[in-house]
């Protein structure tokens, strides 16, 4: 069972939840950008969560699928279609082999996850498939996808919802069922996006005008974002007085800010350790929102305190084991 | 006075019985379950609507179900009813344009509407061909299973 590239996309890299444990070592975390939604394509396949997927970027990839697969596709929408007949997002969808799925103009979100049931058959590197781009480790080969790779895919037992698609399908070259889970964020249509953070331990170094501005003016999120980081531009925030840091350990959703006082969410790819100040710190549930804003867009940071963070975490994580719980029994078969 | 349970039992028996029309009084409660006569079309062997209006009737102990029901019209009508519970949404997300409006036609795998229940959004198809009369319930409701969601009028 595999797949082959028939064209990679602008950015197609195979991510799982990430590689933890080596930070200590200079390893980057990596894994996916939207991790919400990458968990939900491999929970909608039957894999566990944090089984490797496709992360498309922007422009999508065409991908020739050598075998019958079940696959789902989630975040951002990338029109997706299957012989050049339109496939909906956010289910499993059973799909004859010699189908060609192609990704083609970005509808919303910026970044499309694909899993396939059994998931990617490729080896892992420290405890994980993720694709760490810059060190060229883990992943396929250590980069992102080329035209003409071929993916394996790793055999699994089949649903009994597979079964069932299978029985409907005719001659059509994919089936899908009836349900499926909602979007992993919020689209927009203005380009402006809220973000709610969390002052940092030198948000009071800051000046209070910068201070206020973090929260009264937009950042626009600039091209030079990648998956490392957002340089946002937007008002130059400045310290009190100059600091003289020494580097510390950053978190996902950490934002720093250099000199030119532009700040940078830290994402996926971020390093392990920083020197500049700390203004604030993403909401771990509004991290996938962030992942699916494209440069061009701007967005507003919203004050919350520590707890109210935790009790969204909590409240997302909550979700997630109710989609766990639904979408397994449908895919056992066992209709409420 | 019968208990809300006692009442549901009553009817789920009726309804997998061959019976048509049963009448239950006891102080002063009063139960009328009406298979025959209806101008609803059912198409499924779901819990009957007419059962479903039953539960408030007996509640309220006097009035007579086959009062409430419209008379019998020319044009049959179906009622398309909720497969399992959940919330009502007219779109597929927030601001989105709704799957239906009413005057509108629909086929038989027309999406008319989506019930979330645990995260799980789940398709509901019209069923018929037809055009949209009413809609039964409002976006944000929460929808018991069988429950009416929309009138179509079959098209002949």
Redesign the interface.
Known sequence: MSIKVLSPGLLTSIQDLGRYGYQKYGVIVSGGMDTYALRLANLLVGNKEGEATLEMTLMGPSLLLEADLLLAITGGDLSPTINGESVPQ?RPVLVRKGSVLKFGALKSGCRSYLAVRGGYDIPEVMGSKSTYLRAKIGGYQGRALLQGDILPVRCSSPLSLAESLEKTMGSRSFAFP??????SYV?E?SQEYKVRVIPNSQFPLFSPDSRKQLFQQPFQVTTQSDRMGYRLSGASLQLTEPLEMVSEAVALGTIQVPPDGNPIILLADRQTVGGYPKIAQVAGADISTVAQIKPGSRIWFVEISLAEAERLYAAREA?IQ??T???QS?LAGIT? | MLTFDEIKEVIRMVEQSSIQHFELEQETSKIVISKAGVHRVQTDSRVSLEALQAVPTAAKGEQHLAEEIPDVQAEPLHTIVSP??GTFYMAS?P?ADSFVKVGEEVECHTIVCVL????????V?AGVKGTIVERLVNDGDFIEYGQPLFLVKIES
């Not at chain 1, 009836?178 to 979007?183: P, T």
């Not at chain 2, 979330?116 to 398709?123: G, P, R």
């Open positions: 956010g009836s349900w499926y889970v909602g979007k689209s249509t979700d109710r989609i719980i639904t979408v449908q409420t | 399992t519970v997300e601001g979330e229940a645990m995260k799980l959004f789940n398709e198809v």
